[in-house]
C-alpha cells in the first residue's frame, strides 16, 4: 500500500456488518493509513460494528441519530475534542420503510416519503454543515446513491426519489464549501448484497440482471468501492468535486440489456 492517507482522520457513517459498503471503504482508508471513528445507531449495531472498528485500529465509536440534533451535536463535538479536525466524513445512510419497496411507487405513504427523505438526503447536510466546521484546511465529503435515482428500477419506489434529491444536494454542497476547499462526491455502485440492499423487493432478480448486462459482466466488489473513496478522499482527488462517480461495471452506460439476453 502506498499510505496515501496517512497522517488524515475521518468519520465513517453506515456500517452495519462486515457486508456494507461502508464497511469496504473504512478499509481501504485504513489500509492506506487513515485513522477512523465510526458512528452507529443503537446498542445493537454498536456491538457489531465494535468489532469492526477494531480490527482497522479505532476504538472511536459514536452512537448517532442523524434525526436527532442533540446526537449529531455530540458526535460531532466527540471529534472536535479528540482530534481538533478530521480530513474526511462518509456518509452511508439511508432508510425507508421496506414495506414500501415493493410494488407501485404510487402507493408511497406521506410518513415514509417524509422519513426517507430526511434520512437519506437531509442527514447528508446535517452533517455535511457540521463537519466543514471541522475541516479549517479543506476535506473530503462522500455519500453513497444508486442508479435508481435517474431511471426507473422495480420497487426502488421513494428510495428513487429520495436518492435523485441526494445527488442534487451533493452538486449545491459541492458549491457552496468548495471556496474552503472542501470537494462534495457521491459514489453509485450498482446493486450490492447487503443488509439495505437486500430490504428491496426482488434485489436477487436485480443483482444478476445487472451481473449478466453490464459491460463487464460482474457487479462492483466492495474492493472497488472502497479505492474510490480513497481516491476521492486522498489529495489525488482534490479538483473532483460536485460529481457521481459510478462504480457499477458500466451498467450506466446501457439502453437495453446485452443482445443474447434480449
Known amino acids: 500500500m502506498a499510505d496515501l492517507m496517512r497522517g488524515k482522520r475521518g468519520l465513517i457513517m453506515g ?128 455519500t453513497l446513491t444508486y442508479g435508481g435515482s435517474n431511471r426507473v428500477t422495480p420497487n426502488y419506489n421513494v428510495m428513487g426519489v429520495a436518492k435523485a434529491a441526494l445527488e442534487s444536494a451533493t452538486r449545491y454542497l459541492a458549491n457552496d464549501l468548495g471556496p474552503q476547499k472542501i470537494r462534495v462526491n457521491a459514489i453509485s455502485p450498482g446493486p450490492m448484497k447487503t443488509l439495505a440492499g437486500a430490504a428491496i423487493g426482488g434485489a436477487r432478480a436485480t443483482f444478476r440482471h445487472t451481473e449478466a448486462n453490464a459491460p463487464l459482466r460482474q457487479n462492483a466488489t466492495l474492493e472497488a468501492i472502497g479505492g474510490t473513496a480513497v481516491w476521492l478522499c486522498s489529495d489525488y482527488g482534490n479538483c473532483t468535486s460536485g460529481e457521481v462517480i459510478h462504480v457499477d461495471a458500466g451498467y450506466h452506460v446501457l439502453g437495453m440489456p446485452q443482445q443474447e439476453n434480449l
Not at 28 to 48: D, I, T, V
Not at 59 to 83: P, Y
Not at 102 to 120: E, K, M, P, W, Y
Open 15 to 142: 456500517v452495519a456488518n462486515d457486508r456494507s459498503i461502508a464497511w469496504g471503504i473504512a478499509k481501504a482508508l485504513a489500509a492506506e493509513g487513515a485513522e477512523l471513528a465510526f458512528s452507529y445507531q443503537g446498542e445493537a449495531f454498536g456491538k457489531r460494528v465494535e468489532p469492526l472498528a477494531a480490527s482497522v485500529g479505532s476504538d472511536f465509536l459514536v452512537d448517532v441519530n442523524v434525526i436527532d440534533d442533540d446526537s449529531l451535536d455530540a458526535c460531532f463535538d466527540a471529534l472536535k475534542t479528540r482530534w481538533g479536525s478530521i480530513d474526511f466524513l462518509v456518509h452511508a445512510v439511508a432508510f425507508s420503510d421496506k414495506n414500501e419497496l415493493t410494488g407501485r411507487f404510487i402507493n408511497t405513504s406521506r410518513g415514509n416519503f417524509q422519513n426517507s427523505l430526511t434520512i437519506s438526503c437531509f442527514s447528508f447536510i446535517d452533517v455535511s454543515r457540521r463537519a466543514a466546521d471541522l475541516m479549517p484546511d479543506g476535506g473530503s465529503l462522500i
